[in-house]
């Protein structure tokens, strides 16, 4: 796309809060639609905590640890954001960038799957489950969630990587309100990698999300 080096990418060193995101991209999609700001990829952690999505059901927040609990305002259930986790933020205008949300999603899967090949991790979609995953059959389980809100044709919100993760403050909710499976994370697979190096085969692996985002291609 000719527009890609418009879009801006940020990155924050220490953990944000939870709050302070969600204003950043309420205020930054509003700024996208008026046309007084750029499209935006915002890379970041989140201190531990839970979001529900609009989905959420209050029965798959167990919560031993009292973490805190945001209200997301995106789709789905309930999802962790903690240390050791690369949230991915991403404000788009849907507007010239094709306004299905469908192929959004699409996208923003093969985005992650890229990605992740490109740490030496195979992972998969599973039809009628959200999220990426990884192995087979017993050993099956999730590595990465996406959630999205797409507002007045921008989107908000985007994906998490499960990079080094404490990954018992996910048995504070049931993931996505999936119970069959588990999750799991780079360093769980024996890749012990840097955040750096996952920001990195992010922003390799997006031009082909910006491209399947865009295309005129069924999505099948």
Same mark, same amino acid.
């Given at each position: *796309? ?9 990155? #924050? ?6 709050? %302070?995101?969600? $204003?950043? *991209?309420?205020?930054?999609?509003? $700024? ?6 750029? %499209? ?15 989905? $959420? ?8 640890? @009292? ?6 305002? &995106? =789709? ?5 954001? =903690? ?7 991403? *404000? ?6 094709? &306004? !299905? ?15 992740? $090949?490109?740490? @030496? ?15 087979? @059959? ?13 507002? &007045? ?18 048995? @504070? ?11 799991? #994370? ?8 840097? *955040?750096?190096?996952?920001? !990195? ?10 491209? !399947? ?8």
């Amino acid at each position: *796309m000719d527009d890609i080096d418009q879009i801006e990418w940020l990155t #924050s060193e220490g953990p944000v809060a939870y709050t %302070e995101a969600l $204003a950043f *991209m309420v205020e930054r999609a509003a $700024a996208i639609r008026a046309g007084s700001a750029r %499209e935006c990829v915002w890379l970041l952690e989140h201190p531990p905590l839970f979001t529900a999505g609009t989905s $959420a059901d209050p029965a798959e927040l167990i919560n031993p640890l @009292g973490l805190p609990v945001h209200d997301a305002g &995106r =789709g789905g259930r309930y999802t962790y954001h =903690g240390p050791g986790q690369r949230v991915g933020y991403v *404000m788009l205008d849907l507007e010239k960038r094709g &306004r !299905d949300v469908r192929r959004l999603v699409h996208a923003l899967e093969g985005w992650i799957i890229a990605t992740l $090949a490109e740490l @030496g991790v195979a992972a998969h979609r599973a039809p009628g489950r959200i999220g990426i995953w990884v192995g087979e @059959g017993p050993t099956e389980a999730k590595i990465a969630a996406l959630g999205l809100r797409v507002k &007045r044709w921008v989107t908000l919100h985007g994906l998490s990587i499960n990079v080094a993760p404490d990954l018992s403050h996910f048995a @504070g909710i049931v993931p996505c309100g999936i119970t069959e499976y588990g999750v799991t #994370s780079l360093s769980a697979l024996g890749k012990e990698t840097p *955040m750096s190096r996952v920001d !990195d085969a992010l922003k390799s692996n997006f031009i082909q999300f910006i491209n !399947d985002l865009s295309t005129t291609d069924k999505v099948s």
